[in-house]
Nanobody, 122 residues
């Protein structure tokens, strides 16, 4: 059973940076897809970025390209999201997610979710 625990959220001024972490456990080593999603108050959850734990392509939402970087540390089994040049519209609850199998859409098909960590930009 895959478990995901996010950390690193907080409050920051516009233009600042934060790094989110997601500790992963219970999945097959080196296999699977991890992603960050976010949910603005009153809106549906949206994909932010994703990667394959075995290496290769990363995917980003247009709204964060050039500002956010997703990465994965195999040794620590931890997913990261480095967020730079944060803006008030980045304020949201950020979730880590995992799926075993490939899908044609990078932000679909995730079946394991963390509890979320709040990011507030003012």
């Amino acid at each position: 059973h895959v478990q995901l625990v996010e950390s690193g959220g907080g409050s920051v001024q516009a233009g600042g940076s934060l790094r989110l972490s997601c500790q992963v456990s219970g999945h097959r080593y080196g296999y699977g897809y991890l992603a960050w999603f976010r949910q603005h108050t009153g809106k549906e959850r949206e994909g932010v970025a994703s990667l394959y734990t075995g290496g290769g392509n990363t995917n980003y939402a247009d709204s964060v390209k050039g500002r956010f970087t997703i990465s994965y540390d195999k040794a620590k089994d931890t997913l990261y999201l480095q967020m730079n040049s944060l803006q008030p519209e980045d304020t949201a609850l950020y979730f880590c997610a995992y799926r075993d199998s490939w899908t044609s859409a990078w932000d679909r098909g995730f079946n394991y979710w963390g509890q979320g960590t709040q990011v507030t930009v003012s």
